[in-house]
């Protein structure tokens, strides 16, 4: 007997690594390969500056389409994210049609040129617009969407509402990253939201030798965002107190307001103990997280309602071990617990996050404490136990096998 076929799924993101051990995010690319067990993928995503246009990714087959025909000019998707890149310059939304235009145009073709049982479409917008709007004009396999924060917190009036109701209504089943995601979204769909955070490489990112004193370097890694507060984190950083027990922020990652913070630290008179890092692989975070005393992420709603989701870096520093201090916002509240694996605090509130850092820092027996909880909350989104969580999900859905298979087909399969 041959071996039983896998469905084949297409998935569709505009965040992915552009190559190996790239600083992109890759939540995307680990959920993928973590899904390769049960199914055959293929992912489609934006062109980026120096990324091949196919290739095997980890093992993971992808195709980029190109969206302008300057090549240097293909920067809206890729370093960064969308928004933020939007934000830093605002001649990138000129190439928000073109990006669309091009993704509907890549599905279209690479739907009539292969077979595809199912599709898993990354973000409401720009993925599951196009998919929507493809639509129209083909049948498509049963699409799976999942929302991860902008795509539910940004949108929601005037005729843009009425579009994200449209576009809901065009996926066979919605999953959220958290349940902020899944109350806000909730106004514009009858349909089940299912809540599936994320998931961290436990192996990876593992727990940390028990050291009984650390530097007191308090570790941030995300883009350089307005809604990641890390604004706040200098500002408490200049605390008397936080100067006197030598509290020094190591800051990783790159983004539109780079500049801007860094001459906010310079006006705070604390450069001198910040360190802006940029962009680094995960095997260098790793080192990062190993050598620091804790995780600060102080999370805010930005100017335009977006907040995070469920960011998988607090999945990757409670997996280290790390105690975390971050906001209750998005689904943060879904890896920390306050008291019990970091300080969970309201978002904007820095009087309470000085507070948190001073407590974190002077009585290392607490922290260690809570980054012992951290870890264990982090056992509980394995990607192997998230991936099977989407994988439910997406053999649920009607439709899902070609008529060719058999019932024992089926059955191995699953």
Known sequence: ????????LLVLTSTLPR????????FVLDLTRALSDRFEPLILAPMAVGAARREQLEGIAVERFSYTPVAAWQRLAAPGAIMPNLRKNRLLYLLVPALIVAQFVAAARLLRRERFDLIHCHWLVPQGL?????????KLPPMLLTCHGADAFMFNAGPLALLKRWVLRRAAAVTVVSREIAATLSRFTD???????MGVDLDHFA????????????????????KKGVDQLLRVLANPRLLDCGARVRIIGDGPLREELEALASTLGVAERVGFLGAMPHARLIEEMKAAALFCAPFVIDRDGDREGTPTVLLEAAACGMPIVTSDIGGCGDIVVHGRSGWLLPPGDEAALAVALIEALAAPDLARAMGEGARQQ???????????QYAEVLLSMKSVWPAQLGEEERACAA
């Open 191 to 197: 349909k089940p939201l299912v809540h599936i955070p």
């Open 207 to 226: 727990m940390r030798d028990p050291i009984q004193t650390r530097a007191p370097v308090i570790l941030f890694a995300g883009r350089l965002a307005a």
């Open 1 to 8: 007997m041959s071996a039983p076929q896998r469905p084949r």
């Open 378 to 388: 982090a056992l509980e989104h394995g990607w192997p136990t998230t991936a099977g």
């Open 130 to 138: 196009v998919l929507a709007l493809l639509s129209l004009f083909i």
């Open 19 to 26: 190559w190996r051990d790239d600083s992109e995010p890759r």
